[in-house]
Nanobody
Framework: QVQLQESGPGLVKPSQTLSLTCTVS??????????WSWIRQPPGKGLEWLGA???????YYSPSLKSRTSISRDTSKNQFTLRLTSVTPEDTAVYYC?????????WGQGTQVTVSL
């Protein structure tokens, strides 16, 4: 059974960098066909895809956030990491890491990140 677990600070100050790590168990992040995404849901709004890292290590980003977003991985730890720079209160959301093949089939439980002084 594949499991994903997000970790990182729950509170970030405006203008700082948000960094979240997803630890994957039960499957390798380098297995062919899988993409590993970050998705968030701001309060009262829908889901927003931020970006993904493929099994090959290639990265893909939402055009609206590309200038502030980077996704990297540590294959030795089976983890991938989201960095979002220059955060504002609008970046407050529940952040999910997700596995995607033909659909989003495995989700982490989500982690609340609040951007505030």
């Amino acid at each position: 059974q594949v499991q994903l677990q997000e970790s990182g600070p729950g509170l970030v100050k405006p203008s700082q960098t948000l960094s979240l790590t997803c630890t994957v168990s039960g499957g390798s992040i380098t297995t062919n066909i899988y993409f590993w995404s970050w998705i968030r849901q701001p309060p009262g709004k829908g889901l927003e895809w931020l970006g993904a890292i493929a099994y090959s290590g290639s990265t893909y980003y939402s055009p609206s956030l590309k200038s502030r977003t980077s996704i990297s991985r540590d294959t030795s730890k089976n983890q991938f990491t989201l960095r979002l720079t220059s955060v504002t209160p609008e970046d407050t959301a529940v952040y999910y890491c997700v596995r995607q093949a033909y659909e989003y089939d495995y989700w982490g439980q989500g982690t609340q990140v609040t951007v505030s002084l």
